[in-house]
């Protein structure tokens, strides 16, 4: 299976203000993930990222919001922009490989004050 | 629309006990279905990943096994021990690549 090197693991940020996402993956993967984990919720995918193409949003999630990078096989960012305190959430990546299923990388948590 | 259920929603034994997590899911066309566990806080690890053709997968103390027909899944840890304490989530992948969630079963071994 693949491992996923997330960062930064947490962060305090003011609102108004915006945060980048990194994710690196041991081996090449077509398809990242990325999802939002509010507090006490499940897991909510934001988008998919594949690389050289634009990501695809799900709904209620925009790209002026949280823009996404791809621009190889093993990284991606995602970044929460204009951050209010309803954007404090556990921030997942996810990559997905046959035979071994989806593997996530450590998350990253996020409180905006 | 795809439904993923889990029950219970919390769960408290003392360790050492053996004990029955359970997954439902309203529609049987799936492509696998995956356990996980989450610690507070921090990211999922997978434990067990069932294709739609197999029955049953084994890692060590976890079993879980897949009922498509009835739309089940069971995941047992045998033997608890205070490290299990976390939440346990199933996740069923349809043919998109969209995991579909159940909201977890929060597990909590006494010592």
């Known amino acids: 299976s693949a491992v996923i090197s997330q960062k930064p693991s947490r962060d305090i940020c003011q609102r108004g203000t915006s945060l980048t996402i990194q994710c690196q993956v041991d081996s090449q993967v077509t398809m990242m993930f990325w999802y939002r984990q509010q507090p006490g919720q499940s897991l909510t995918l934001i988008a998919t990222?594949?690389?050289?193409?634009?990501?695809?949003?799900e709904s209620g999630f925009v790209i002026d919001k949280f823009p996404i990078s791809r621009p190889n096989l093993t990284f991606s960012t995602l970044t929460v922009s204009n951050m209010s305190p309803e954007d404090s959430s556990i921030y997942l990546c996810?990559?997905?490989?046959?035979?071994?299923?989806?593997?996530f990388g450590s998350g990253t948590r996020l409180t905006v004050v | 629309k795809q439904e993923v259920t889990q029950i219970p929603a919390a769960l408290s034994v003392p360790e050492g006990e053996n004990l029955v997590l359970n997954c439902s899911f309203t529609d049987s066309a799936i492509y696998n279905l995956q356990w996980f566990r989450q610690d507070p806080g921090k990211g999922l690890t997978s434990l067990l990943l069932i294709q739609s053709s197999q029955r049953e997968q084994t890692s060590g103390r976890l079993n879980a096994s897949l009922d498509k027909s009835s739309g089940r899944s069971t995941l047992y840890i045998a033997a608890s021990q205070p490290g299990d304490s976390a939440t346990y989530l199933c996740?069923?992948?349809?043919?998109?690549?969209?995991?579909?969630w159940g909201a977890g079963t929060k597990l909590i071994i006494k010592p």
């Open positions: 996810s990559v997905v490989k046959d035979l071994y299923g989806y593997t």
């Open positions: 990222a594949n690389q050289g193409s634009e990501a695809t949003y």
């Open positions: 996740a069923v992948e349809e043919s998109n690549y969209q995991l579909i």
